[in-house]
């Protein structure tokens, strides 16, 4: 009985972060940007330093009309926002976010489980374009799927690396084998890692698939009120569980510098917190690629350099054995 409520408080654990942290970091978002920019209405609504932002656009989304065009494929137009959402949902469960047990569900295989979830999650914007009925959220579903096959191999080459390093697929096992000497020479494979799960979360500046200014809103222009919601709700989710997942294979998770890992949890926090920093910081300080550029930098610049990080690990790994 007892083991049964210890997996209940760790995964109603999991699910409370999934609900809030993403509406920080939202709420977060608004405010870096509105400083970044000189944008000074999310600054006052609400009074003191804008806080009922993020519940004015709440209601926002609430009050707007539910619409399915006539055209649409009805099922899958309806789905398309669940399959992009809680593939993020099963990641956080096997994330280790502190020694021990402070995880929601032990797998031994953790890096290849994240990483073949995370691609079911790319598929919500594929149904959405294709399901919409509309020539323009078609193309921006093709420019996901394209985006996808490019930065799939480079993210899958750099985790590669940090599991042959430490011998292992769990991610908790990673965490325990880390060393703080692993960072200097890891971490060509952990800007490898962040760039193309930038890139499959289409976030600035590989927010080619949703180019407002020539697809009004890719996959996901036909969408309104909450299923809309849903999509941006899945959007904040990923940056989240891409800047912990990060925080885990390259940055040592819970282990803080100098041997100070009492704090546990709290390290690992901030360290996404911090990476969820930059995400923001590159929307607001770089323009958005071409299709041409995207793709020269996923086959002609990252995929080499995580072949070249996974050559060094094994190098490494060979010397010191």
Sequence with gaps: MSDILDVAVRLAAVFVAFLVLPLVLGQTEHKVMAHMQGRLGPMYAGGFHGWAQLMADAVKFAQKEDVV????????FQLAPAVALLPYLLVLVVIPVGPGDAVGEFIDAGIFFVLAVLGIGVLGSLMAGW????KFSLLGGLRTAAQLMAYELPMLLAAASVAMAAG???LPGILEAFHWWWVPWQIVG???FFTAGLAE????PFDMPVADSEIIFGAYTEYTGLRFALFLFAEFVGIVVLCALTTVLFLGGWHGPFGADGLGPVWTLLKTALLAFVVIWLRVSYPRLREDQLQKLAWTVLIPLALAQIALTGVIKVVIQ
Aim: charged share 20%; hydrophobic share 40%; aromatic share 0%.
């Design 69 to 76: 065009p006539a055209g649409a494929d009805r099922r899958i």
């Design 131 to 134: 399901a919409s009925a509309n």
């Design 201 to 204: 979360l289409q976030r600035p």
């Design 168 to 170: 292992t697929l769990s």
């Design 190 to 192: 952990g800007v490898v």
